[in-house]
């Protein structure tokens, strides 16, 4: 079992930046794709950025370019770097954990994920 726990959230003016971390409660990057989520109210969660014990990582489209994942197996501890933030960025975010036996992209669908973390808030004001 993997537990997972996020922070870092807050509220910026757009253009702002923040780091989110996610600490695992196990060595979990070895074995496990990670991914970042978000869901706004009203809205379906969506993949944010997931990244493989390899470093092979994933953006979506629309944070491409803004938001960086990585990883730090050393510390148990996934990171979502975000520049540029948009009011559209507003939501609370996840990180999430799958088991994989293999390199390569991971998915990035909500429901490959079976390992949660409670979520931390973005507010982003324009």
């Known amino acids: 079992q993997v537990e997972l726990v996020e922070s870092g959230g807050g509220s910026v003016q757009a253009g702002g930046s923040l780091r989110l971390s996610c600490a695992a409660s196990a060595s979990a990057y070895s074995m496990y794709c990670m991914g970042w989520f978000r869901q706004a109210p009203g809205k379906e969660r969506e993949g944010v950025a997931s990244?493989?014990?390899?470093?092979?990582?994933i953006h979506s489209d629309s944070v491409k370019g803004r938001f960086t994942i990585s990883q730090d197996n050393a510390k148990n501890t996934l990171y979502l770097e975000m520049s540029s933030l948009k009011p559209e960025d507003t939501g609370m975010y996840y990180c999430?954990?799958?088991?994989?036996?293999?390199?390569?992209?991971?998915?990035?669908?909500?429901?490959?994920?079976?390992?949660w973390g409670q979520g931390t808030q973005v507010t982003v004001s324009s």
């Open positions: 999430a954990a799958y088991r994989v036996s293999g390199s390569g992209f991971c998915y990035m669908e909500w429901y490959h994920y079976g390992h």
């Open positions: 990244i493989n014990a390899d470093g092979t990582t």
